[in-house]
């Protein structure tokens, strides 16, 4: 873990990412003097609460990481391009949430109980797309156990995973329209309210992929270190105020019974199984709120596979986005650097 000792920096601390963090961080009894909250000029001198204390957010600057030995960058890619060699030169490690290094093949890209040994000696390392952090954890054991030739995979997003601004849209709306008003879409383009619609990320007009989906598929490749592995994504927000929902169906690269399947959750790291079919109890995005572990659940046989064949199975699959899809998955990446630095001293 990481010290107590270590001054962490949050970069983007008022957003839902950096609370989410300042949670985690308050719940392990980090000390508030060993934590400086940045954001933009317009949150500077406001206040986050943190345990008894509370913290005042100073606004980024160059010289924001003086004595900083974790920045934890959780703001937006052009933020992260801008600070990040700030944080570098003044010692700290650097974990990135936004995706502005994922693809750079110089930069980790790292789910701790997947791939921590590729942080190494990084300094700078990148944390994963929320999707992708949810889908790859869920499938790890089966990976593991019979290796993963082609997924199929549809998403059922939170809003929440587009910030804190677009929880507040939710709520607005939700609350005109249950009064007979109006829903007024700003941080999206369709009404979140009540409404299903295709993930607001941009559309590749050639590709027809959003920006969500061809994340899905770049990152998964590069965590497992398989360049050809097959992904069919379709990435769909719904009106779930967080955590993120998916549809798997996973080709294995060995054939498998149902209950090898099973077998393979029984000591997966980060992941829990709820799976009762008599009672109809299986993974949801409200199980998911605020919990460490991605859900997985609805494991069955693909009944579209030809007979014996045995290599598809279903599942559906729950995760906390802003927590392990962001901002625990980046305090375990410190975590693992903290603890080798003990290690080697
Ligand atoms: N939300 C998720 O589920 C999720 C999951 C995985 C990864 N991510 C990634 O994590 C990052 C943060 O996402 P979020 O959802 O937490 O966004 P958010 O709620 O919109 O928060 C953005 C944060 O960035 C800060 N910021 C904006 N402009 C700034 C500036 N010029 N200087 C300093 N700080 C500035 C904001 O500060 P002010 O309050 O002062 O504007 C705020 O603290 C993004 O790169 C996102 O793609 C998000």
Not at 122 to 128: G, S, V
Not at 213 to 231: D, F, N, V
Not at 247 to 265: D, F, H, K, T, W
Not at 290 to 319: K, N, S, T
Request: charged share 20%; aromatic share 4%.
């Amino acid at each position: 873990m990481i010290s107590h000792n270590q001054t962490i920096a949050i970069v983007g601390a008022t957003g839902a990412v950096g609370r989410e963090a300042l949670s985690i961080l308050e719940s392990r009894g980090h000390p508030a003097h060993k934590i400086i909250a940045l954001a933009s000029s317009r949150s500077a001198g406001t206040f986050l609460p943190y345990g008894d204390a509370r913290l005042v957010v100073r606004e980024l600057t160059h010289d924001a990481f003086a004595g900083v030995q974790v920045a934890l960058f959780c703001a937006t890619s052009d933020i992260a391009k801008l600070y990040a060699n700030d944080a570098l030169a003044a010692g700290a490690l650097v974990v990135d949430n936004s995706s502005a290094f994922r693809a750079d093949p110089r930069v980790p890209l790292v789910v701790p109980e997947i791939n921590a040994d590729a942080i190494g000696s990084h300094r700078l390392i990148a944390n994963p797309n929320c999707s992708t952090i949810i889908m790859l954890l869920a499938l790890q054991p089966l990976h593991e156990r019979f290796g993963v030739s082609r997924i199929v995979v549809s998403t059922y997003q939170a809003v929440s995973g587009a910030g804190a601004s677009a929880m507040d849209e939710l709520r607005e709306q939700a609350g005109s329209v249950l009064k007979g008003g109006t829903a007024k879409p700003k941080v999206f383009r369709e009404q979140t309210a009540f409404n299903v619609f295709s993930h607001n990320a941009s559309v590749n007009l050639e590709t027809g992929l959003n920006g969500e989906e061809a994340k899905m598929i770049s990152e998964s490749r590069k965590i497992w270190g398989l360049p050809h592995l097959s992904i069919s994504p379709t990435c769909v927000r719904v009106p779930v105020f967080r955590a993120h929902t998916q549809a798997i169906v996973v080709e294995l690269g060995a054939p498998a019974s149902l209950a090898a399947v099973r077998n393979a959750y029984q000591q997966a790291a980060g992941v829990r199984v709820i799976d009762d079919r008599a009672v109809n109890d299986f993974p949801t995005p409200l199980k998911a709120t605020g919990r460490d572990e991605i859900l997985v659940g609805r494991l069955r046989e693909d009944p579209g596979e030809p007979a014996g064949a045995a290599r598809r199975f279903c599942l559906l699959v729950a995760g906390d986005q802003l927590r392990k899809g962001a901002a625990l998955n980046a305090i375990q990446i410190a975590d693992v650097v903290a603890a080798a630095k003990r290690e080697v001293a």
